[in-house]
């Protein structure tokens, strides 16, 4: 069975301070991973998918397949990136339908 | 970027009624669409697929007498919510994404739904 874990649901950082969500997951196979962001009053929408390799708004995540995690990073956290953000995960015969994590609650203080 | 927009935003319905949520791609067409549940402070639950010209694929758990969806073209599903009842209230989101199989989703921004 697939399964997304986050296990920190808020995390509250300094402006300008590292932040990192985690994000493991299960799946037999070889699956797309994805972050997803909710600033509040909006919709959700993508913000990384380890396909792409991409960093968008300063955000990395890297797929370690051996420790089956998608950590988001970011090395300067800012006041804006607070937030909703959840890992997600397709598999390959899916036909992209998503499983979510429980998200986690980003609180970026001045 | 995809638009995806939701109709209506929010609805009131009494218990025992029928109510319909839209679910359209506005400059895409999407050969599937896939429908989620929402509960407060809770993650989203995907409850079905939504497949064009073919019946919807429901995951385990999720009524499909209960929660009727029809996807009669590239832009248009529907989700229809039939004799509910107060627990059914919730915040449904649908979403779609260009291409088979959909890797890149955009959402939909929401209704929520009220049984009174």
């Known amino acids: 069975a697939q399964r997304v874990t986050q296990p920190e649901k808020l995390l509250s950082v300094f402006k300008g301070a590292p932040v990192e969500l985690k994000c493991n997951y299960s799946?037999?196979?070889?699956?797309?991973l994805f972050w997803y962001v909710q600033y509040s009053r909006q919709r959700l929408q993508l913000l990384l998918r380890?396909?792409s390799r991409e960093s968008i708004k300063g955000f990395t995540a890297d797929l370690n397949k051996g420790e089956t995690s998608f950590h988001l990073k970011k090395p300067f956290a800012q006041e804006e990136d607070s937030a909703m953000y959840y890992c997600?995960?397709?598999?390959?015969?899916?036909?992209?339908?998503?499983?979510f994590g429980a998200g986690t609650q980003v609180v970026v203080t001045p | 970027g995809a638009v995806v927009s939701q109709h209506p935003s929010r609805v009131i319905c009494k218990s025992g009624t029928s109510v319909k949520i839209e679910c359209r791609s506005l400059?895409?067409?999407?050969?599937?669409m896939f429908w989620y549940r929402q509960f407060p402070k809770q993650s989203l639950m995907l409850m079905a697929t939504?497949?064009?010209?073919?019946?919807?694929?429901?995951e385990q758990g999720v009524e499909k007498d209960k929660f009727l969806i029809n996807h009669a073209s590239l832009t248009l599903s529907t989700l229809t919510v039939t004799s509910a009842h107060p627990e059914d209230s919730s915040f449904y989101i649908c979403?779609?994404?260009?291409?088979?199989?959909?890797?890149?989703?955009?959402f939909g921004p929401g209704t929520r739904l009220t049984v009174t």
């Open positions: 979403s779609a994404g260009p291409g088979t199989p959909t890797y890149e989703q955009y």
């Open positions: 799946y037999s196979g070889s699956p797309e």
């Open positions: 380890h396909i």
């Open positions: 997600a995960l397709s598999g390959t015969d899916s036909w992209g339908k998503l499983q």
């Open positions: 400059d895409f067409q999407a050969t599937t």
């Open positions: 939504s497949n064009e010209g073919s019946k919807a694929t429901y």
